[in-house]
């Protein structure tokens, strides 16, 4: 027998090796799983936590102060972006209805309808602009000069 026949006898006997190991594996793993003893699992109920849960009066999915009209705002601004976009801008209710306008024109916000007046109020008596800022400028300054 030529070393080419032979090389292709064993190339074939260790083909069919290799097929016999791999459905012995695979049988004893189909084995294994059909007669894992299942009884001693406990199968516990996660119980999910209210996402609108409000704790020392704030809302805490979104950080936002609870009072009335937060849930119409929850659900009217929350849905296209960040609550903290609300906290970060202060507006007074002009200011409000002037970013809502701006919305509805530039990013498609739909017609709040009643609700616009809930959430202007809402977030005109909670976000109002604040005082602070930059100090005031230096008035009298005594100059001198470096010698």
């Known amino acids: 027998m030529t070393n080419h026949k032979r090389f292709w006898k064993r190339e074939r006997a260790a083909y069919r090796v290799l097929i016999v190991i791999c459905a012995a594996v695979l049988v ?5 799983v059909y007669f894992a003893d299942k009884s001693d699992e406990e199968y516990v109920a996660v119980s999910e936590e209210d ?24 659900t009217n601004c929350t849905s296209c972006h960040s609550a903290k976009l609300l906290t970060q801008n202060r507006l007074s209710k002009e ?23 809930i959430i202007v109020n809402y977030l005109a008596k909670n976000y109002p602009p604040e005082s602070k800022g930059r100090r005031e400028n230096i008035k009298k300054i005594n100059w001198y000069e470096l010698q």
Do not use: C, F, K, Y
């Open 28 to 32: 004893v793993a189909i084995i294994g």
């Open 51 to 74: 996402p609108n849960r409000i704790e020392n009066g704030i809302h805490l999915r979104t950080g936002l102060v609870e009072a009335e009209g937060l849930m119409e705002t929850v």
């Open 95 to 117: 200011g409000w209805v002037s970013a809502i306008r701006w919305m509805q024109e530039t990013q498609n916000l739909w017609d709040l309808g009643d609700n616009e007046e």
